[in-house]
């Protein structure tokens, strides 16, 4: 009897802990993706800017040639 109620506490704390590690995982697993999308934003945002500094700088080399 004694070895049925330790195998069956064994058996509880195991799943417990692999219950726990794997909503951990799924977790860091998220959290990742989440910035890496915040991430891909923030690099669009900057390359739309990079891209009207560009055509204002192409603008200006426009007129500058034109006078």
Do not use: H, P
């Not at 697993?29 to 999308?37: A, F, H």
């Not at 669009?44 to 055509?55: A, D």
């Amino acid at each position: 009897m004694k070895i049925l109620k330790y195998t069956l506490i064994l058996l509880f704390i195991t799943s417990f802990f692999t219950a726990c590690s794997s909503k951990v995982q799924t977790e860091v697993t998220e959290s990742n993706d989440q910035n890496v999308s915040g991430l891909l934003k923030t690099l669009i945002k900057k390359e739309q800017e990079i891209n009207k500094l560009n055509q204002k700088l192409e603008d200006c080399k426009k007129t500058k040639d034109v006078e």
